[in-house]
């Protein structure tokens, strides 16, 4: 019996999916899938999907599967469909545990390895292992060498939804393990939404506990071009359709979800978000505010937050003549 790489294996070992996704990271990469290659753990099975690269990345994933001679699942998308799309394929009959990997991070070499150990003392209840991570630069520079020292989390395990839903915990998304009944159970991915991992995660809260491993298993890369710098004014569209499917869970967080609906939607506004008045005509049928009917009549009417800057600054600037000695 072998993996994906050739590599033996106790038959004891239960198979995990590794699983790549790949969009315009050319230059990074083939260090990603060494990283894979080189894991201390087996069996592995590695499964790639390239979202329609416009640089040269399926030329090198291609190359790298040749030169290593690998058997490895790599699907290339003929247009870009979205990160929420390619997770979607990629959990496609996945092994009984799976990781997922952005196409530009690295993992430590017995990160598989330690991190499946640890799960396989947990019972049904936890649906998924995470760890800290380091972070590099654009040239696999040291940035930070603990993500919950830089981000000021601290790490939590068990029942963790409420305090992830009020934004006072969070874990970073490269360093999860997932038993992949998860899925099974929550649903696939929403393709209507730029982002997804806190959407998926929220889900995931709703039903399974968490744990916590104490190790760095990736080495995540800080690009100035990442999906998450540049999601752009659909975050306020995706933060909204998020909250509203947490409503229900406790009248306690209901009020909670309802005032964050509120303020993406007014934030949307002073954005000068195009679908703004959507936005806040939903927050308005969820949680009536004054000042939410007032922006929404101030977009129906094409009276944009930069026409609002200027009449400000022009009546305190008449304030400040009228009341001159």
Request: charge should be positive; hydrophobic fraction near 40%; charged fraction near 25%.
């Given at each position: 019996?072998?993996d994906?790489?050739?590599?033996?294996?106790?038959?004891r070992?239960?198979?995990?999916?590794?699983?790549?996704?790949?969009?315009?990271?050319?230059s990074?990469?083939?260090?990603?899938?060494d990283s894979?290659y080189?894991?201390?753990?087996?069996?592995i099975?590695?499964k790639?999907?390239?979202?329609?690269?416009?640089?040269?990345?399926?030329l090198v994933?291609?190359?790298?599967?040749k030169?290593?001679?690998?058997?490895?699942?790599?699907?290339?998308?003929?247009r870009?469909?979205?990160?929420?799309?390619?997770?979607?394929?990629?959990?496609e009959?996945?092994?009984?545990?799976?990781?997922?990997?952005?196409?530009?991070?690295?993992?430590?070499?017995?990160?598989?390895e330690?991190?499946?150990?640890?799960f396989?003392?947990?019972d049904?209840?936890?649906?998924l292992v995470?760890?800290d991570?380091?972070t590099?630069?654009?040239?696999?520079?040291?940035?930070?060498?603990?993500?919950?020292?830089?981000?000021?989390?601290?790490?939590?395990?068990?029942?963790v939804?409420?305090?992830?839903?009020?934004?006072?915990?969070?874990?970073?998304?490269p360093s999860?393990?997932?038993?992949?009944?998860?899925?099974?159970?929550?649903?696939?991915?929403?393709?209507?939404?730029?982002?997804?991992?806190?959407?998926?995660?929220?889900?995931i809260?709703?039903?399974?506990?968490?744990?916590?491993?104490?190790?760095?298993?990736v080495?995540?890369?800080?690009?100035s071009?990442s999906?998450?710098?540049?999601?752009?004014?659909?975050?306020?569209?995706?933060r909204?359709?998020?909250?509203?499917?947490?409503?229900g869970?406790?009248?306690n967080?209901?009020?909670y979800?309802?005032?964050k609906?509120?303020g993406?939607?007014?934030?949307?506004?002073?954005?000068?978000?195009?679908?703004?008045?959507?936005?806040?005509?939903q927050?308005?049928?969820?949680?009536?505010?004054?000042?939410?009917?007032?922006?929404?009549?101030?977009?129906?009417?094409?009276?944009?937050?930069?026409?609002?800057?200027k009449?400000?600054?022009?009546?305190?600037?008449?304030?400040?003549?009228?009341?001159?000695?």
């Open positions: 019996m072998s994906f790489r050739g590599r033996s294996f106790d038959p070992n239960k198979l995990i999916t590794v699983a790549v996704a790949s969009y315009n990271n050319a990074f990469v083939e260090s990603t899938l894979i080189n894991q201390s753990y087996a069996p099975e590695l790639i999907v390239d979202d329609a690269s416009s640089d040269n990345s399926v994933i291609k190359e790298w599967i030169k290593r001679g690998v058997e490895v699942q790599f699907t290339i998308n003929d870009n469909r979205g990160i929420c799309y390619v997770c979607n394929l990629l959990i009959q996945a092994a009984f545990y799976l990781v997922f990997i952005g196409s530009d991070d690295e993992m430590e070499v017995d990160r598989v330690r991190q499946l150990l640890y396989e003392t947990l049904k209840e936890y649906g995470y760890t991570v380091s590099i630069d654009e040239i696999g520079r040291p940035v930070s060498a603990s993500w919950f020292k830089l981000s000021g989390f601290e790490p939590l395990e068990g029942d939804f409420e305090p992830f839903l009020r934004e006072k915990f969070r874990f970073p998304a999860i393990i997932y038993r992949s009944e998860v899925f099974r159970t929550v649903g696939e991915y929403d393709e209507r939404l730029k982002t997804e991992d806190i959407d998926m995660h929220l889900r809260l709703r039903h399974y506990k968490v744990a916590y491993c104490p190790m760095v298993s080495r995540y890369r800080v690009l071009q999906l998450s710098r540049n999601v752009g004014p659909r975050l306020f569209q995706d909204i359709t998020i909250y509203r499917k947490c409503l869970f406790s009248e967080l209901d009020e979800i309802k005032l609906i509120v993406w939607a007014q934030r949307s506004y002073y954005a000068d978000y195009a679908e703004c008045k959507a936005l806040l005509f927050s308005i049928r969820v949680r009536f505010s004054i000042k939410s009917f007032l922006l929404l009549l101030l977009a129906w009417c094409r009276v944009r937050p930069i026409h609002l800057v009449w400000i600054g022009l009546k305190n600037k008449m304030k400040s003549t009228l009341s001159l000695p």
